[in-house]
């Protein structure tokens, strides 16, 4: 692989790019429905505050997005990593960008959702610090009975 390149100067052929590439890799890794991919285009209309593209080869290998939701608090969105790439540290580079830009931005909190089956995606904000903090019950979700999760991050243990 050669030189990884995180970009946030973001086009619509990207916006394009992010919705497919989560539709394929949810369908593919843990087989979600349709609705999935119908659900990460909803949430990229008109609530991005920041997104970061990795590319190698100029070929998009993973990405990372923020919405604000106040001026203290910002919602991790969007993280994707594409399989063949795994393990290279690339999330991890996406992540430092993200905490960066919070620092910057001054904010207080980070939060995030995600699913009980996402292990892999776990780690990584573990890894970061984050704590979970919220349930939900189970409940049919893109094709598969999930438990959705809410993991939050304080800035200041990163300061």
Not at 32 to 51: C, K, M, P, Q, R
Not at 63 to 84: D, F, K, M, S, Y
Request: aromatic share 10%; proline share 1%; hydrophobic share 40%.
């Amino acid at each position: 692989m050669q030189q990884i390149l995180i970009r946030d100067t973001i086009t619509t052929e990207d916006i394009t790019q992010i919705i497919a590439r989560h539709r394929i890799v949810y369908e593919e890794e843990y087989n979600f429905d349709g609705s999935f991919g119908d659900y990460v285009a909803e949430t990229l209309v008109g609530t991005i505050e920041h997104l970061w593209i990795a590319e190698s080869d100029g070929k998009f290998i993973g990405c990372i997005g923020l919405v604000e939701t106040n001026e203290q608090t910002a919602q991790l969105r969007w993280l994707l990593i594409e399989p063949e790439v795994r393990g290279r540290g690339i999330a991890k580079v996406l992540m430092q960008k993200f905490l960066d830009y919070c620092k910057v931005k001054k904010y207080e909190n980070i939060f995030l959702w995600t699913v009980n089956k996402l292990a892999a995606a776990r780690i990584v904000y573990e890894r970061l610090g984050f704590q979970l903090t919220e349930q939900k019950p189970e409940e049919l979700l893109w094709g598969q009975l999930l438990i959705e999760q809410r993991w939050d991050l304080s800035l200041e243990m990163h300061r």
